[in-house]
């Protein structure tokens, strides 16, 4: 099944457009999960126990991951999640050209990573985006990022008039596959834009909790004909920080229940 038909199921099966970031800083872990021998997977593991019955996909970033220990923890935390019934967006960012892109590729191959969806940069251009959309897996261009200092390149006004992210937009929204944006919900203003240009492309929209982004923007622009993802990290995960044993992982559970009620108010 193409990604975005998936996607569409889960949301109507949860009532929820929540993304759950698993971001597993090991110095933010709590102590009864650094003992194991994957301290990342023990941690994920129960933050998707208590959280998958609110989320509509998980949003692990690779960052993360970058060691042997990581990456065997992220095989198994998306697998877990796909015993959920929760498909995952690998937050990477790839892009590259030729032989290099296929390889990134790979992480959305059922003998690689087998994520459901990836994140991709778009300033390599079209060619270095092709071998991410030969299949049915999802493709997330970045366009506005919800950081400050996306604006130093993102916002460049070009000759045409239309600023960079803008152009992004448009790009995007002629490729042909399981497209979607990365906007962020720290200006709606800019949501509400790329909406405009790319009417059909369901968007990824972080900087909701910690970042403090306009949650009902951005389900009012980033959600095409309902589909679409709104992602917390750190709001939700980190949720129960100065909570211990199992009161830690169900402050994640209600935290990702309060986004979704929240967000669903504006659905």
């Known amino acids: 099944m193409a990604f975005f038909d998936r996607l569409a199921e889960r949301i109507a099966a949860t009532d929820s457009v929540v993304s759950v970031g698993?971001?597993?800083?090991?110095?933010?872990?709590?102590?009864?999960?650094?003992?194991?021998?994957?301290?990342?997977?023990?941690?994920?593991?129960?933050?998707?126990?208590?959280?998958?019955?609110?989320?509509?996909?998980?949003?692990?970033?690779?960052?993360?991951?970058?060691?042997?220990?990581?990456?065997?923890?992220?095989?198994?935390?998306?697998?877990?999640?796909?015993?959920?019934?929760?498909?995952?967006?690998?937050?990477?960012?790839?892009?590259?050209?030729?032989?290099?892109?296929?390889?990134?590729?790979?992480?959305?191959?059922?003998?690689?990573?087998?994520?459901?969806?990836?994140?991709?940069?778009?300033?390599?251009?079209?060619?270095?985006?092709?071998?991410?959309?030969?299949?049915?897996?999802?493709?997330?261009?970045?366009?506005?990022?919800?950081?400050?200092?996306?604006?130093?390149?993102?916002?460049?006004?070009?000759?045409?008039?239309?600023?960079?992210?803008?152009?992004?937009?448009?790009?995007?929204?002629?490729l042909q596959g399981e497209v979607g944006l990365v906007v962020g919900a720290t200006a709606p203003e800019e949501l509400e834009t790329v909406r405009s240009i790319a009417p059909n492309c369901p968007f990824l929209v972080p900087g909701i909790g910690a970042q403090g982004g306009d949650a009902e923007a951005a389900v009012e622009y980033g959600l095409s004909d309902g589909v679409g993802l709104v992602n917390s990290s750190r709001g939700i995960i980190f949720a129960g920080e100065t909570a211990s044993g199992d009161d830690y992982f169900r402050a994640a559970g209600a935290a990702a229940r309060q986004l979704r009620d929240r967000l669903n108010d504006s659905r």
Request: hydrophobic share 40%; charged share 25%.
């Open 22 to 174: 698993l971001d597993p800083d090991p110095d933010r872990l709590p102590e009864h999960v650094t003992d194991r021998d994957l301290p990342r997977w023990a941690f994920n593991r129960r933050i998707i126990d208590a959280t998958h019955e609110y989320a509509a996909a998980y949003k692990p970033n690779a960052a993360f991951y970058e060691d042997p220990d990581g990456w065997r923890a992220l095989e198994e935390t998306i697998a877990y999640a796909h015993g959920k019934d929760v498909p995952v967006v690998l937050d990477a960012k790839r892009a590259d050209i030729g032989n290099t892109a296929r390889q990134y590729a790979r992480s959305l191959d059922p003998d690689g990573l087998n994520a459901d969806a990836i994140t991709v940069t778009p300033y390599m251009g079209r060619d270095a985006l092709a071998p991410f959309l030969n299949t049915d897996a999802g493709v997330f261009v970045l366009a506005r990022t919800s950081n400050s200092g996306g604006a130093d390149l993102q916002d460049l006004e070009l000759a045409s008039g239309e600023t960079v992210y803008e152009r992004v937009a448009g790009m995007a929204a002629d």
